[in-house]
């Protein structure tokens, strides 16, 4: 309590006791798969868009596995999550070198003399991508001051680059590459050998000498038919100067845009930025440096003939790193993965187990067949995505994917190996146009769970959680691996397994809203991820309550705090009744609780909801009558 002890009028702000329940997020996705490049465990990226995605994770080429070239799911997956209405994305790729390989990073190491390596930042066949160093100069930097008559330069200051370029008659320096110094609080341009070269001693008289400010450029291509152009200007060589190359690129970034968005490092020792210049432009490019700068009556004095005036285009020279690949087709372990430590991050699951947001888990194209062990290992990668949402983060569901080019028969005999509230099975597998044929002639098959995780977004957005994810337009659908007609859904969705179908003048729809549980309570997709949304937002509402004293005041508050909850989902159509009192309850009283509980410090609050489950069988009855005939 304040004290009081002057006479005087004291102002003082009071909080209320209970606070509003707002509702959580619920159709934040998390992503687990192989893509052609981006980081590998660690906290996932949010994505925003397709082209968040194919900065990071390399786009949407096929993979060249050990074995095997298979699509790239992870980003069909994404293209159809955001086209169908998806927003918020968080992917964590997985990665398994192959057998005896160096990791599947790409690099290049400098000729000699040069102890330099570039070096992919992550592992991939993306990361074999073409690097381009050139020159970039400034205008002649060198005057006479009007004051003193002495030469002095503009614009520069320590760790510079500057390009010397003598005049024709006696040059005190040697033409070449100079690091800017500082001598006694004066600029001087050093060598590499330690020798010092003043500005006073240099001509600057029109067509004498010429100090250019020297920078790099650098431009990146991945290979890869939807990759662009990425591109820095203005680097300074030296390690130390403003905007240095070496900082840009280095194997410790500052940031973790950086990390994520530069896709190199160049490794090794350098304190010179006329070292670090030589060493990636080599000789040859200096040498048409130095035509690109000279005069048009130095080009004509050239011997034996006039020289040529280079096109700053030619003032680069191309690095291709070699030797990435994308690794072998992941196990089931990797799909787990492992929880972080200080010697590496968390991996596959683990990574996404601390974003708190992600509500719906999906690992686009673990099902794919090709191989005598893929059921084996199809199924337990799905059993390990179940354990993760039901086991360890209760307020998620996975959506799963059948194997591909299954039969009715045979997605019913996958089915059975399933039974949680937490997983929902789609089947069959969609048809798209394939984005890589530029004719788009093309066709190829992706498993559902893309377009699905996208209209369950969708539908959160339109209509809300409670809302069944079903009857909804799948949009890139322009075909199904297999047309499912009604005779043989009546044989799959009793089973929990929702098919995608084809209705003439509707398109391809979802048409099925199911878990793979065999508990009724349970059978419904919404009413599992509604509850969920329920008690997630609870869970994180009333986190104030915890160490208040547990007394009658604080049960009204918790009372007041989530029949305030509860109304307003009532109000939105979320639950069942003509009246509140017939939608929901809250108990918090000495009826919820014992004496025993409240010595131990446990509050019981007692919550029962009416939820809405869908209209799935649509009946109408229709009968004859009359005036004397009547129903």
């Not at 492992?338 to 992600?358: D, R, Y």
């Not at 798209?432 to 066709?443: E, F, N, R």
Request: with cysteine; charged share 20%; net charge negative.
């Amino acid at each position: 309590m304040p004290e009081y002890l002057a006479p005087g009028a004291y102002v003082e702000e009071v909080g209320g006791r209970a606070r509003a329940i707002e509702g959580v997020s619920t159709s934040v996705t998390g992503f687990v798969g192989p893509t052609r490049f981006g980081p590998v465990g660690g906290e996932p990226e949010l994505l925003t868009s397709l082209a968040d995605f194919s900065r990071i994770y390399g786009g949407i080429d096929l993979l060249a596995f050990e074995d095997s070239e298979v699509e790239n799911y992870v980003a069909h997956a994404a293209r159809a999550f955001f086209d169908n209405g998806g927003s918020r994305l968080y992917v964590t790729r997985i990665f398994e070198p192959r057998s005896g390989a160096d990791g599947g990073i790409a690099s290049h190491t400098l000729d000699p003399p040069a102890t330099l390596t570039l070096r992919a930042r992550f592992p991939g066949q993306a990361g074999n991508i073409k690097i381009v160093f050139a020159a970039q100069t400034s205008p002649n930097l060198l005057s006479r001051d009007p004051t003193t008559n002495q030469a002095h330069v503009t614009g520069l200051q320590e760790n510079d680059l500057v390009y010397v370029k003598p005049g024709p008659t006696s040059p005190p320096a040697e033409e070449g590459l100079y690091d800017v110094e500082t001598l006694g609080g004066t600029l001087v341009f050093g060598r590499s050998d330690g020798s010092q070269t003043t500005i006073g001693s240099l001509d600057p008289s029109p067509g004498a000498d010429r100090v250019h400010r020297l920078t790099l450029s650098v431009r990146v291509r991945r290979s890869g038919r939807t990759e662009e152009e990425q591109g820095w200007d203005d680097l300074s060589p030296h390690p130390q100067a403003r905007n240095a190359l070496l900082s840009l690129f280095s194997q410790d970034p500052a940031s973790r845009r950086q990390y994520l968005t530069v896709p190199f490092a160049i490794e090794g020792d350098v304190t010179s930025g006329a070292a670090l210049a030589q060493a990636l432009l080599g000789q040859d490019v200096l040498n048409k440096l130095s035509l690109y700068l000279s005069t048009d009556a130095e080009l004509q004095a050239t011997d034996p003939l006039p020289a040529r005036r280079p096109a700053h285009t030619e003032l680069g020279k191309a690095y291709t790193l070699e030797t990435g690949n994308d690794g072998k087709l992941p196990g089931s372990d990797a799909y787990t993965g492992v929880k972080g430590s200080n010697l590496q991050p968390s991996t596959g699951l683990e990574a996404i187990a601390g974003v708190e947001e992600i509500s719906i888990v999906v690992a686009p194209g673990h099902s794919k067949r090709g191989s005598s062990d893929d059921p084996a290992r199809c199924s337990q990668i799905a059993g390990s995505l179940i354990a993760h949402c039901q086991e360890r983060m209760r307020f998620r569901v996975t959506v799963l994917d059948p194997p591909d080019g299954l039969t009715v028969a045979e997605v019913q005999g996958y089915r059975q190996q399933f039974d949680s509230a937490h997983a929902a099975l789609y089947y069959p597998w969609i048809t798209i146009v394939d984005p890589l044929d530029p004719d788009g002639g093309h066709m190829i098959h992706v498993p559902p769970s893309g377009h699905v995780a996208g209209i369950y977004a969708r539908t959160d957005a339109s209509r809300g959680v409670f809302q069944a994810p079903a009857n909804e337009v799948v949009i890139g659908a322009v075909g199904l691996e297999t047309l499912v007609n009604k005779a043989q859904q009546d044989l799959l969705n009793p089973m929990g397994i929702n098919c995608v179908r084809l209705f003439a003048r509707r398109g391809y729809r979802l048409w099925g809203a199911r878990t793979v549980s065999t508990d009724p309570e349970w059978e419904y997709v919404n009413v599992r991820r509604y509850f969920a949304y329920l008690e997630h937002s609870i869970d994180r509402g009333t986190q104030w309550v915890v160490f208040e004293s547990n007394n009658e005041t604080l049960w009204a508050n918790v009372r007041r705090t989530a029949e305030d909850f509860l109304f307003s989902e009532w109000r939105n159509g979320a639950l069942l009744g003509a009246r509140s009192e017939e939608a929901f309850f809250v108990r918090c009283d000495r009826s919820t609780m014992t004496q025993n509980d409240l010595d131990n410090g446990r509050l019981v609050c007692l919550i029962g909801v009416a939820i809405s489950r869908p209209a799935e069988f649509l009946i109408f009855r229709i009968g004859q009558w009359t005036a004397d005939c009547r129903p």
